[in-house]
């Protein structure tokens, strides 16, 4: 009897982790960055589109007229797909975006958002890239994420607090993506050579493909191998408050190197939001000092 | 109602909201979990409903291994009733050559070199291919098929030798019946 208490009492203790674990009310700054940096992200996948929108999703394009799909998937386009209404929908879309990212009207913009994004991949599949993946999962994320005060052009609120669940999903799925990843590509043969980086530089996917970058010598493992590991070790090192700035400036080193040298920018910035998502107070406050900092520093040297 | 039922039900909300967060997070992380696992078809029929309808499907196979083109670029090639076999571009509408952007790369590869996860839509866009070929030529063609014109990457060995990156190679799809 007494060991069955101890054992409630042990199941209760737990549960009441977890539930403090996605409930404890937290900074609602961290849910307006990632808004603002999904909005931004939203929108660069909205210019790449709109070019190719009838030629994806009406009628009269690559996929002809809709037929019945899998009724298992939320799929605007089977509804509206006269070149007309695509456009319309299109322009609609550029509304929420930039609604969401002033934040008017925040749930209704990001569920429409949502609504584009998972349409959209249901529609068009083949001609998906995985930063279209990363922004359909982060517009849910959002769409279900508490409404954050802070930052609304409406009104300039004071910071509240709000449930920290949409931030831990967010983080859960960076985590994912990451750990999967790395999963998936250490096996193969020139990830384990350490080839990658000198075969990416001659690719398609980068920026000005250079025979050069054949030759990188010992660079070329120590740059792939470096990969892998910033992939494995970033979630690890942005969970833990005391490492996060240095899993922050991996992530940027990361993707700003793949933004620059690579022509997939898009990809970098649709996982800016979900690197946001492990922001707190300290970490708005660390940033608010620094800002302050430079600020002083500059009226100082101001002449006189 | 009271303040202990008030607090009760704020507290089952809660307790709800937890349960599904908690849910989410097993089933977009059972989404990743590779098919032909023996744990995997049981696991995926008991979260697919919930990861398609809300559109939480996941791949992130990007770069397993090391990209194999410089560029690729594709062409229709149609067999009209008359044995004739006629290239025509491959976007619609109107067939035009494909505009220089990655996703186009992606699905002509796909087509190509088609999973079977892509079956469906490739059939859709053969099937959009035919239509407009038929309208154009005004009858229908017998069968397509969609090849690519690539720069395969040769091996770095060579690059380092002669600064040359790639050499040219052409892939064909399987051809496909226009139905009538």
């Known amino acids: 009897m007494f060991a069955l208490t101890l054992l409630g009492r042990w199941c209760a203790l737990r549960l009441k982790g977890v539930e403090h674990w996605l409930m404890e009310p937290v900074d609602s700054r961290a849910y307006a960055s990632v808004r603002i940096a999904f909005a931004l992200s939203a929108l660069s996948i909205w210019l790449d589109l709109w070019p190719l929108r009838l030629e994806l999703f009406s009628n009269a394009g690559n996929f002809g007229p809709p037929i019945p799909q899998e009724v298992t998937r939320l799929n605007l386009f089977q509804w509206v797909s006269g070149t007309t209404g695509v456009s319309l929908v299109f322009a609609g879309v550029l509304v929420a975006i930039v609604c969401l990212g002033l934040g008017f009207g925040q749930r209704i913009s990001a569920l429409f958002v949502y609504l584009w994004f998972t349409s959209y991949s249901a529609a068009a599949a083949l001609a998906l890239g995985g930063f279209d993946t990363v922004a359909r999962l982060t517009s849910f994320l959002v769409a279900v994420s508490p409404v954050s005060s802070a930052w609304t052009l409406p009104r300039k609120a004071e910071a509240g607090r709000a449930p920290r669940y949409g931030l831990r999903l967010l983080q859960w799925q960076l985590a994912l993506i990451y750990w999967i990843t790395v999963w998936l590509k250490a096996p193969d043969h020139f990830w384990r050579q350490g080839e990658v980086v000198s075969h990416f530089g001659v690719s398609m996917f980068a920026r000005n493909p250079n025979p050069a970058f054949a030759d990188l010598g010992v660079w070329d493992p120590l740059l792939t191998w470096g990969t892998l590991l910033i992939e494995t070790l970033v979630p690890v090192l942005l969970w833990k408050r005391s490492t996060r700035w240095v899993g922050l400036c991996l992530g940027l080193v990361l993707h700003g190197t793949i933004a620059v040298l690579g022509k997939l920018e898009l990809f970098s910035l649709s996982m800016l939001p979900m690197y946001l998502a492990f922001l707190e107070d300290s970490d708005f406050e660390r940033f608010a000092r620094l800002v302050n900092l430079l600020r002083n520093s500059g009226s100082d040297s101001q002449p006189v | ?180």
Not at chain 2, 14 to 42: D, P, Y
Not at chain 2, 124 to 135: D, E, F, K
């Open chain 2, 1 to 180: 109602m009271n303040s202990s039922t008030a607090t009760r039900v704020a507290l089952a909300k809660r307790w709800i909201g937890c349960g599904l967060v908690l849910f989410h997070m097993v089933a977009v992380s059972i989404a990743n979990l590779a098919e032909g696992t023996k744990l995997s078809a049981q696991l995926h029929r008991a979260v697919d409903p919930y990861v398609r309808f809300f559109g939480q499907w996941q791949e992130w196979d990007m770069f397993t291994t090391v990209p194999l083109y410089l560029s690729i670029e594709g062409r229709v090639v149609a067999k009209l009733p008359d044995g004739s076999e006629h290239e025509y571009p491959p976007v619609l509408p109107g067939l035009v050559p494909a505009p220089d952007n990655l996703r186009y790369v992606s699905m002509f590869a796909r087509v190509v070199w088609a999973k079977r996860s892509f079956r469906w839509h490739s059939e859709r866009y053969l099937s959009a291919l035919c239509r407009a070929i038929g309208t154009r030529e005004g009858v229908k063609p017998k069968s397509i098929r969609l090849e690519i014109d690539t720069q395969t990457i040769r091996p770095l060995k060579q690059i380092r030798q002669d600064g040359e990156i790639a050499e040219a190679r052409t892939f064909k799809a399987e051809e496909v019946a226009c139905s009538p």
